[in-house]
């Protein structure tokens, strides 16, 4: 199949040139497509860069670029959701595409750098919290209280900082390799 996107007015003219010689658009496309390849025999499937039609998909010249016809009205749900994690929609269907087919939790680079900025920003409050000082004023117990509460904010916060970093270094071997975990 061969297809190709028109002005309306250019499909009118090219209907009533086919129905004028008795056929359908697709019949005159195609005689046309068999007269152009007739003129220029010289070239052959694949010189181009193309695949001939019995060549696998899986071979070695095929290009990595595929169209795709969406539902109605999918193309805009696409591009707003696309525009609301700040990427182009072309960008955030190959992202869906690569996750899905390699089985992987990639995030889009601008997600990816906001949780390696709140990973710096956990470990700048952990180190905050180790440098916290005690009053001098505060008795024993409260002292005491506090401290343990403080301990346990800084586990929590490297825990979480932790975890983040994990999750970063996750997606950017899978941008790098191509593989990704089902965990990022």
């Not at 152009?36 to 860069?49: C, E, F, M, Y």
């Not at 072309?90 to 990973?119: C, F, M």
């Amino acid at each position: 199949m061969i297809g190709t996107r028109v002005s309306p007015e250019t499909k009118v003219h090219f209907v009533a040139l086919a129905a004028r010689h008795h056929l359908s658009a697709s019949s005159l496309l195609a005689k046309m497509v068999d007269e152009v390849l007739k003129t220029h025999a010289d070239i052959s499937p694949g010189s181009a860069g193309q695949r001939s039609p019995n060549e696998p998909e899986n071979s070695a010249g095929l290009a990595d670029r595929l169209t795709l016809r969406l539902r109605k009205g999918d193309r805009a749900l696409a591009a707003q959701r696309a525009h609301s994690r700040g990427m182009k929609t072309g960008s955030y269907l190959a992202l869906l595409i690569h996750n899905h087919v390699r089985d992987a939790a990639v995030l889009p680079p601008n997600e990816l750098d906001q949780i390696k900025v709140t990973g710096a920003r956990l470990a700048a409050l952990g180190r905050q919290l180790r440098m916290f000082g005690m009053p001098n004023t505060l008795s024993e117990s409260v002292a005491s209280d506090l401290g343990e509460a403080i301990a346990l904010v800084r586990r929590e916060v490297e825990a979480a900082r932790e975890a983040t970093a994990a999750i970063v270094h996750r997606n950017l071997i899978s941008w790098e390799t191509g593989a990704g975990s089902r965990h990022a």
